[in-house]
């Protein structure tokens, strides 16, 4: 038995520890590995009627991959553009929004962070209350504001600063707010937590020494809030480029969000090994693209756990 | 080096809402001093500290560098540098980064940053340190790095902030020699915060005792410690022995107390208060540990103390007895071991015998606290 496992054993009893590691056991193989890894079979199979299965067409093929590439066979273009291009436009669509809102969460955060007080507390309570009201509504809400008669063009048209509505929804503009807004928390919450921890004298010291704010920020604040900021930025990243509910309700008509594709190949098409297959080709994406963004900004993985 | 930039505070007040930090400090710093505060902790002598590098605006009266008036000049534009408690140390930089920040500021080339860094390396007897991080390093040697990262700015007036404080007490020492030289090389003012007194007094060329944001003296080492003002700087400054008491009578710059418990003594009326104490006024006479003798047995008159021993201590370089005194207050005698051989007196009177001119009386007031 590893050390670390002995030790675990000594501190819980042999009865609590290996209910313990039981129950999470069961949670990351059970319902994450084991339903993931049937998700990557389905990816690697026709897609067969149920008496066919099994059956001696069922062999592991590459087709649905190709799908994603090359497109339907025979068909008129040599690259299935349209969803490819849905593809990189997300994946495009997610750096954008974390950009934007790293650039939006960072002075909160480092406002929150180093002031002192129970203001504080009570800035965080009114972050934290709009997020128990459920995704969807939040998204209806936000067509109220962006809509052609919503609250934005009724006061700009009535101010007569605009003269026609204008469409936020076609211009993915409130996509991209409902986006920003449903994950400003997970944003927040990772930078405020390191820059809390910042030495207020470091600033002062750097102050003192003749920095100009933006450098203190630069050489000071933003080296030691990196952790926090790789760790928000990942997860904006990951969960807009994998977001649902928003794309579907605050999208313009014309643009498609990949996750839309990947929904309607396992409902509307029926075609799970299609979805499977595209959903695999997001995830891993994702997952290099964040670990290249990583490498980039030499950030260490036990700092995304800040 | 030139004489030195001076510091001046006049009529400095500093209030936070109804809090009085700092009460109408009048400071004159000659450019080139090592000048200290020394108080206890909330005492106002950071919040001055802050005042002088810029952190605080004061809510009355100025903060003059070199004569000029500091008025709405920022901390990243007065000739000061600041020495945190803390170091404040760019954990993220290395050290070398950490010593030339000042001169990034500038815009030196990172060649001309380096060859400073090693300059300065030198200087603190920190070569070949300068790749590593400050975790690297021991607490004597960040704190060698904190002071060179603000020479480095080629301040006027370098701030400490209690910055040995977070250090063992060897090093403690050691540090005060080295600060002591660096000062006397670089030449410039330096001023220096501190609760240790015998950091202040080692080290200054002049120390203000802070109290309650008051400021109630300001001299040189030898003088706070013979000569005090007040009641505070007498017991704050030093271990020293109180004694409660009227004044009965004034002999030029001797006086006669009727102290509470110990009959009638003379004391040497500190100069501050000579001609200022009167017949009756309620004063208080310090005389400090070493300053007592024991006196043979059935000694009397107005410089000798009876006083019963409670229990005696060896210390290595004193033998200490402490006996139950004034107000049931212990008095505490320290005589030299020179290799005599100490009688222990524990339960017996004793008759101790000082010199007037180690008796020094002030005004009745505040104590410094225990």
């Not at chain 1, 090359?70 to 997300?90: H, I, K, M």
């Not at chain 1, 974390?98 to 960072?106: K, R, V």
């Not at chain 1, 209350?129 to 609250?151: H, Q």
Request: hydrophobic fraction near 45%; charge should be negative; glycine fraction near 10%.
């Amino acid at each position: 038995m590893p050390g670390f496992l002995k030790e675990f054993f000594n501190r819980n009893g042999i009865g609590m520890g290996a209910a313990i590691l039981g129950l999470v056991l069961f949670w990351t193989i059970g319902l994450i590995i084991l339903p993931q890894l049937s998700m990557l079979d389905f990816s690697f199979r026709p897609n067969l009627p149920p008496p066919e299965i099994g059956g001696p067409k069922d062999v592991y093929t590459l087709e649905n991959y190709k799908y994603l590439i090359y497109g339907p066979e025979g068909g008129s273009q040599s690259y299935n553009a349209v969803d490819l291009r849905v593809f990189f436009r997300t994946l495009l669509a997610a750096v954008c929004v974390t950009i934007f809102n790293l650039i939006l969460c960072y002075p909160i955060a480092y406002y929150l962070g180093q002031s002192k007080g129970n203001h504080i507390r009570i800035f965080a309570i009114m972050l934290i209350i709009p997020y128990w009201i459920n995704e969807i509504l939040r998204a209806f809400a936000l067509r109220i504001i962006f809509g052609e008669t919503g609250v934005l063009n009724t006061l700009f048209v009535g101010l007569g600063i605009w003269d026609t509505p204008f469409d936020f929804i076609r211009n993915d503009i409130a996509l991209y707010a409902g986006l920003g807004y449903a994950y400003i928390l997970l944003m927040i919450f990772p930078m405020y937590n390191v820059i809390e921890s910042l030495d207020k004298n470091q600033i002062e010291a750097a102050r003192d020494l003749g920095a100009p704010w933006w450098r203190i920020h630069w050489r000071v604040v933003i080296p030691y809030a990196k952790p926090g900021i790789s760790s928000g930025c990942t997860m904006v990243f990951m969960l807009s480029a994998g977001a649902l509910a928003a794309p579907q309700i605050l999208g313009g008509p014309s643009s498609l969000w990949f996750t839309q594709l990947i929904y309607q190949q396992f409902n509307d098409n029926n075609d799970w090994p299609q979805g499977a297959a595209y959903a695999i080709v997001l995830l891993v994406t994702c997952i290099l693209f964040v670990l290249a963004m990583m490498r980039l900004f030499k950030v260490n993985m036990g700092d995304i756990g800040k | 080096m030139s004489a030195g930039v001076g510091v001046d505070l006049e009529n400095l007040w500093i209030r936070f809402g109804d809090f009085v930090a700092v009460r109408d400090a009048n400071v004159n710093i000659n450019g080139g001093d090592f000048f200290s505060f020394l108080g206890p902790s909330g005492c106002g002598k950071t919040t001055i500290l802050r005042a002088v590098s810029g952190f605080l605006d004061p809510s009355e009266g100025k903060v003059l560098i070199g004569g000029k008036d500091m008025r709405g000049i920022g901390p990243n534009k007065r000739p000061t540098a600041l020495i945190f408690q803390n170091l404040a140390l760019f954990p993220l930089m290395k050290v070398w980064e950490n010593i030339t920040f000042s001169l990034e500021i500038s815009g030196a080339s990172a060649k001309e940053r380096r060859k400073r860094a090693d300059e300065l390396l030198d200087m603190i007897a920190l070569p070949d340190q300068g790749d590593k991080l400050p975790s690297e390093l021991s607490g004597g040697q960040r704190q060698r790095v904190a002071i060179a990262r603000a020479l480095c700015a080629e301040p006027d007036v370098l701030l400490l902030d209690e910055p040995l404080s977070a250090l063992d007490l060897k090093l403690r020492q050691h540090m005060r020699t080295e600060l002591r030289e660096i000062q006397k090389r670089v030449g410039i003012t330096f001023i220096y915060i501190t609760h240790d007194q015998g950091e202040a007094l080692t080290m200054s060329d002049s120390i203000a005792v802070m109290r309650a944001g008051v400021i109630d003296q300001i001299a040189d080492g030898k003088t706070i410690y013979n000569d005090p003002n007040t009641a505070f700087a007498a017991s704050f400054v030093g271990e020293n022995n109180v004694f409660r008491g009227k004044v009965k009578q004034i002999m030029g710059n001797e006086a006669l107390i009727s102290t509470n418990r110990s009959g009638e003594l003379v004391a040497r009326i500190s100069s501050a208060n000579q001609g200022k104490l009167k017949a009756g006024d309620d004063a208080m006479m310090f005389i400090r540990p070493e300053a007592f003798a024991i006196a043979a047995d059935g000694a009397s008159g107005d410089h000798f103390v009876t006083a019963r021993v409670n229990h005696e201590e060896f210390e290595g370089n004193v033998f200490n007895i402490f006996t139950e005194g004034d107000g049931g207050k212990e008095i505490k005698v320290s005589l030299p071991n020179l290799g005599q051989s100490f009688d222990d007196h524990t339960g017996q009177n004793i008759t101790l015998e000082y010199e007037t001119r180690n008796a020094v009386l002030v005004p009745a007031g505040e104590l410094a606290a225990e």
